[in-house]
């Protein structure tokens, strides 16, 4: 090939790659999604499963699909507490959250968090105002890997626990306001839920109403544990802890059901046991 064919080879090359730039960012300013299965996604698809390596922009990250999940590619390394316990940081809006239900016995200076392993002594703390945790149906092996603990407020309160913190170093349990900013990033209350639930039935029992979990938050239905020790609500709802005060003995929490897509904030007893999701210093 001569010298003047190469040149010419190579400047349209360079045009042709100047067009499809011009056409990936038109449409990517008008608010369209360009969609090439297992590359690059500008835009939430909630419909289709991508293919794993899939790479989107949500409009605040650029997340990964594993094949079951998205994870940020700019958020660092996996967060790990005392125990061990892996997460993943997410970016929702301009909060930073980790992307599953706390599952920790000890707070992040290694003491350990008393455990209740029977309806008597979750009773007791509750009466004594005394941090616990506990499993769903006190059972570890079955419902703490899928769905996390359950706190009740003085595990995570500083008056109560002596000051610690149960959430890995650099991160801390969210306030009333943080998760009311959550659920207006994600819409308001009529809709942030079904952006932040699991989809499907493994986690939620049917209809699991309006999940599509574009947020990557895979929230879960954890369910609670009553001030006397009973335990309700698995697959049916996630209660998320907050370290706000409201109304003695109340503290503020989000709740998530399977029967809607709304996320709704509210007050209940300190002593029942509820998740905690945990969100950047």
């Given at each position: 090939m001569n010298k003047v064919n190469r040149i010419g080879r190579v400047w349209k090359m360079k045009y042709l790659n100047m067009i499809i730039f011009l056409f990936v960012i038109t449409h990517l300013a008008k608010g369209q999604k360009i969609i090439t299965n297992g590359s690059i996604q500008l835009g939430k698809d909630t419909i289709n499963v991508p293919a794993a390596g899939t790479i989107r922009w949500t409009g605040a990250d650029f997340e990964g699909w594993t094949g079951s999940r998205w994870l940020s590619l700019t958020l660092g390394d996996k967060v790990m507490d005392v125990d061990g316990n892996v997460y993943y940081p997410i970016k929702i809006g301009n909060q930073i959250w980790l992307d599953r239900n706390l599952k920790t016995s000890k707070y992040n200076d290694g003491t350990i968090i008393p455990l209740s392993s029977n309806a008597g002594e979750w009773n007791t703390a509750a009466v004594n105002l005394l941090p616990s945790y506990c499993w769903y149906n006190d059972d570890q092996l079955t419902n703490g890997i899928s769905y996390g603990a359950l706190y009740n407020f003085y595990a995570l309160d500083s008056t109560s626990n002596g000051g610690k913190n149960v959430c890995p170093t650099g991160w801390i349990v969210p306030s009333k306001t943080d998760i009311e900013r959550l659920r207006e990033n994600l819409g308001g209350q009529n809709i942030a839920g079904g952006?932040?639930?699991?989809?499907?039935?493994?986690?939620?029992?049917?209809?699991?109403?309006?999940?599509?979990?574009?947020?990557?938050?895979?929230?879960?239905?954890?369910?609670?544990?009553?001030?006397?020790?009973?335990?309700?609500?698995?697959?049916?709802?996630?209660?998320?802890?907050?370290?706000?005060?409201?109304?003695?003995?109340?503290?503020?929490?989000g709740l998530l059901s399977a029967s809607d897509e709304m996320f709704v904030v509210s007050e209940w007893n300190n002593g029942i046991g509820m998740s905690i999701r945990c969100i950047r210093e």
């Open positions: 952006k932040l639930k699991e989809v499907g039935f493994s986690f939620w029992l049917s209809p699991n109403y309006g999940a599509n979990n574009i947020s990557g938050f895979s929230a879960v239905g954890a369910g609670r544990r009553g001030p006397s020790g009973t335990f309700a609500g698995l697959k049916t709802n996630d209660y998320i802890r907050t370290r706000t005060l409201e109304n003695y003995p109340n503290s503020t929490y």
